[in-house]
């Protein structure tokens, strides 16, 4: 019996929960049956706790091929009579939004909730998109929490919701609330909850045009219904000031937490009249009303795009209010994190107050600078080192999201272009056949089962040249060395089966592809300059395990590190072309450390004259 305080912690009990973990709680005390994910920062380890726990069979746990996958198993178990929870980062949903648009049209009888992770400042990710669009795009009931216990909370809440309306409904997080740690009061988790019975409805079910017709119009009941919940929901809240105040905040997401710091740490709270919104789609328009009736000026907070300020400024011209609304400026934009002191000095500014300007944090000077970079070790590096040495400057490199990424800068600079998840196979061949140049694709093998099969079915039938290398390191690195279905380690058991990525390569067509080991650079330089001199689609699959999995999860590590037998021009040639972190500069001379050396041995092979190996 697991003894996990999530699982087990009983109501009343106090506990100190990331706000990932609180979700988890969240959807155990709402009797959540089914978990589908895509792992993505800042979302990961909400999945990934569930698995730690286990569960004792309360729920079933599915790590999918990607998003849209997710949520259609998530749907099919919704549709069922299942409670079910989706997860993924912001990007995620538009790979789900296809299923998800759909599913919110025929409803979903047993519940399903849509965890969407925003990233604003772009942490992990490649843009900072505003998830609350498709809440208004697609028409789900938005619950946005800014603490662990909300996210405890409104998780429950939500579930609530979506199996009372038969709806999905979005659960929006940020990076921020995602990976905060706060206290959370616990509630009752209950036993097992009946699943709603399915009764066949094809004029429901089945939207052909006819039937999409007239459940589109069917959902502005649903939505009318879904804005009374809003009305009286305890997540939104007005909080009032001193007797007569007549300025008011309207804040939504993580704004609530700066604003509140922001307003006690300049006592300004007796100045101003605050309405929180935490369930911030349908918007509570009579509550929003009512407290717009008793403003004067009203300052809307909220990260992101302006979506709430542009509702409440149509909400006052259509109700004919007289309020001033102030919103985003030159200090808070749509671009980026808030944080306090910008909070402050925007409330300053509008109530006439001096505040201090705000300071960029900066870096000391004197501090060297420290740019991403692949891990000691990583197999990648050996492939890029490879691939510069045939290639250099006379090929095009399309990338890829993951750890893989990082071969852009200097001096791997094994990165030209990157749109998405497996756009490497499709961007590439679309690159080549416009410029007629060498296009080198890469690919990870998480990233391939995601979304670059589709790409390289459509390179082989549309004859494209381009040359695919998959840098297959037997995990999803980047998110957390989450499961995928080319994994074939032991560690997990009967959870999925291994599918082979060469013999799938294979089936779709593709009639040269080689696998190599990613540590031999002779195998690898061979097979690359053998691709070079060919056309059409060339596939060569680079495999090697994480250097973190092996050690971490697979308890394996290599019995030797690398050492410097002979310093001179070699050895610095090695440095600059390889950069492995290990390498340290002492003036002119260079040593390896011995601490972060991993014993991949490719210093010995680029330069064998200047390297040898030692036990550790």
């Given at each position: 019996?697991?003894?996990?305080p999530?699982?087990?912690g009983?109501r ?20 959540v ?20 726990i ?106 609530l ?95 609530r937490?700066?604003?509140?710091d ?11 009249r ?24 009203v ?22 209010l ?32 001096s505040?201090?300007?705000v ?6 000077a004197?501090?060297?600078g ?46 030209d ?11 590439g061949?679309?690159?080549a056949r416009?410029?007629g ?31 695919l ?41 593709v ?38 999995y ?28 390889l ?26 092979q ?11």
């Open positions: 019996m697991s003894e996990n999530l699982l087990n009983a009343g009990e106090r506990h100190l929960l990331l706000g990932n973990e609180a979700i988890v709680r969240g959807a155990l005390e709402a009797g049956h089914m978990v589908c994910c895509y792992p993505g920062t800042p979302s990961s380890e909400v999945p990934d706790t569930f698995r730690h286990g569960g004792e069979g309360r729920y079933t746990l599915e790590y999918s091929v990607n998003e849209k996958v997710a949520l259609e198993v998530a749907a099919g178990a919704a549709l069922g009579g299942a409670l079910s929870l989706v997860t993924m980062k912001h990007v995620g949903l538009n790979v789900a939004a296809d299923p998800l648009f759909t599913a919110v049209y025929t409803g979903l009888p047993g519940g399903m909730v849509v965890l969407t992770a925003d990233d604003p400042g772009c942490h992990s990710s490649q843009n900072e998109q505003d998830n609350r669009f498709y809440a208004r795009f697609a028409m789900l009931p938005c619950f946005e929490p800014v603490s662990a216990q909300e996210a405890k909370d409104m998780t429950r809440e939500a579930f919701v979506a199996r009372g309306l038969q709806q999905p409904v979005m659960l929006r997080t940020t990076t921020r609330v995602n990976h905060l740690r706060g206290p959370v009061d616990f509630g009752d988790i209950p036993e097992p909850q009946p699943l709603v019975e399915f009764r066949r409805d094809p004029g429901r079910f089945v939207p052909v045009p006819a039937v999409a017709r007239a459940r589109h119009a069917a959902l502005k009941g649903i939505l009318e219904k879904a804005r009374e919940i809003a009305e009286k929901s305890p997540f939104n809240t007005v909080r009032e000031s001193g007797e007569g105040a007549r300025m008011g905040v309207i804040a939504s997401g993580v704004a937490n700066y604003l509140a922001a307003l006690e740490g300049n006592g300004w709270r007796e100045r101003v605050v309405l929180e919104l935490g369930m911030t789609w349908p918007l509570p328009t009579t509550l929003l009303e009512n407290f717009l009736r008793g403003c004067d000026s300052l809307v907070l909220e990260e992101g795009e302006p979506l709430l300020e542009q509702d409440v400024r149509a909400l006052v011209q259509e109700r004919g007289a309020t001033d609304i102030h919103g985003k400026d030159a200090q808070l934009t749509e671009q980026g994190e808030y944080s306090v002191a910008q909070v402050r000095c925007r409330l300053a500014d509008w109530l006439g107050e505040a201090p300007a300071e960029s944090p900066g870096v000391d004197n501090l060297p420290r740019p991403p970079n692949l891990c000691a070790g990583c197999s990648h590096r050996a492939v890029y080192y490879a691939a510069r040495q045939v290639f250099g400057d006379d090929a095009w490199y399309s990338s890829d999201i993951g750890c893989y990424t990082l071969g852009l800068l200097p001096p791997l600079r094994t990165a272009f990157l749109f998405c998840m497996g756009s490497s196979i499709s961007g061949s679309g690159f416009a410029t140049r060498t296009t080198v694709g890469f690919v990870g093998d998480s990233t391939f089962f995601h979304s670059g099969m589709t790409g390289l079915a459509n390179a082989v039938f549309n004859k494209h040249n381009i040359i290398v998959i840098l297959d390191n037997g995990t999803t690195a980047m998110t957390g060395h989450q499961p995928n279905p080319g994994m074939v380690q032991d560690v997990l058991g009967s959870m999925s089966r291994h599918l082979d990525i060469e013999a799938i390569v294979r089936g779709l067509g009639e040269k592809c080689v696998k190599v080991r990613a540590f031999n650079l002779k195998a690898v330089t061979a097979a690359l300059e053998d691709m070079k001199a060919a056309d059409g689609v060339r596939v060569l699959i680079a495999e090697e395990p994480c250097v973190l092996a050690r971490r999860q697979l308890k394996k590590s290599r019995l030797q590190v690398a050492e410097v037998a002979q310093q001179g021009a070699e050895a610095l040639r090695c440095l600059e072309q950069a492995c972190p290990a390498f340290v500069r002492r003036g002119d001379d260079l040593a390896v450390d011995a601490t972060l050396c991993t014993g991949c041995m490719v210093c010995l680029v330069a064998p004259t200047a390297f040898r190996a030692r036990k550790r």
